[in-house]
């Protein structure tokens, strides 16, 4: 059973930053490509980042040189470090794992950035 847990969340001001975490069970984590995704109020679920299992990475246009995305095969973690963050930011930040053309989901974690 896949398991994708996320944290560290929160409120943060604006140019703040923030480090999201996904921890991952039941899967071939050093194999999977991995994804961060977020959704805002009333607005459809997007792809922020996503990174391959070689370690390639892509950035949705709007936070490319701010958001970082990395992964710790050995904790089978995936990681979005967020700098510079705006209030347009603010969304439920979801990890996705893609393993045997399934797609797996976490629970979400909020982020909120004040202006």
């Known amino acids: 059973q896949v398991q994708l847990v996320e944290s560290g969340g929160g409120l943060v001001q604006a140019g703040g930053s923030l480090r999201l975490s996904c921890a991952a069970s039941?899967?071939?984590?050093?194999?999977?490509?991995m994804a961060w995704y977020r959704q805002a109020p009333r607005k459809a679920r997007t792809l922020v980042a996503r990174?391959?299992?070689?370690?390639?990475?892509y950035y949705a246009d709007s936070v490319a040189g701010r958001f970082t995305i990395s992964r710790d095969n050995a904790k089978n973690a995936v990681y979005l470090q967020m700098n510079s963050l705006k209030p347009e930011d603010t969304a439920v930040y979801y990890c996705?794992?893609?393993?045997?053309?399934?797609?797996?989901w976490g629970q979400g974690t909020q982020v909120t950035v004040s202006s």
């Open positions: 996705n794992a893609q393993q045997n053309s399934l797609g797996y």
């Open positions: 039941g899967l071939v984590f050093s194999s999977a490509p």
């Open positions: 990174i391959s299992s070689a370690g390639n990475t």
